[in-house]
């Protein structure tokens, strides 16, 4: 792959920079507190365990899916880019 005038490490620089923004915004959105018993969606029942394994739940499993589909289906990685290629 031609990088142009790119140092030596600016590909894995540019992987490494994609990586750490996924791993700071999924932290920034992790819950805190304590959990529901109840989805705050569909009203259904929390299991135990779930809220458990999972500090801070306020949805259930099915509900958790459907709003990570929707947020997967948003996502662009503007590094990866044509427009954004190191030259």
Same mark, same amino acid.
């Given at each position: 792959? #031609?990088?142009?005038?790119?140092?030596? %490490?600016? $590909?894995?620089?540019? &992987?490494? @920079?994609? $990586? =750490?923004?996924? $791993?700071? /915004?999924? +932290? /920034?959105? *992790?819950?805190?507190?304590?959990?529901?018993?109840?989805?705050?969606? !569909?009203? @259904? $029942? &929390?299991? @135990?365990? /779930? +809220?458990?394994?999972?500090? %801070?739940?306020? *949805? !259930?499993?099915? !509900?958790?899916? #459907?709003?990570?589909?929707? /947020?997967? @289906? =948003?996502?662009? =990685?503007? +590094?990866?880019?044509?427009?954004?290629? *190191?030259?």
């Amino acid at each position: 792959m #031609a990088t142009g005038w790119a140092g030596d %490490g600016a $590909v894995q620089d540019q &992987i490494d @920079a994609t $990586v =750490n923004d996924a $791993v700071q /915004r999924a +932290r /920034r959105e *992790l819950k805190k507190g304590p959990g529901l018993t109840h989805c705050e969606e !569909c009203d @259904a $029942v &929390i299991p @135990a365990a /779930r +809220r458990k394994a999972v500090p %801070g739940v306020r *949805l !259930c499993v099915g !509900c958790q899916q #459907a709003q990570d589909a929707e /947020r997967t @289906a =948003n996502l662009y =990685n503007r +590094r990866g880019s044509k427009d954004s290629q *190191l030259r």
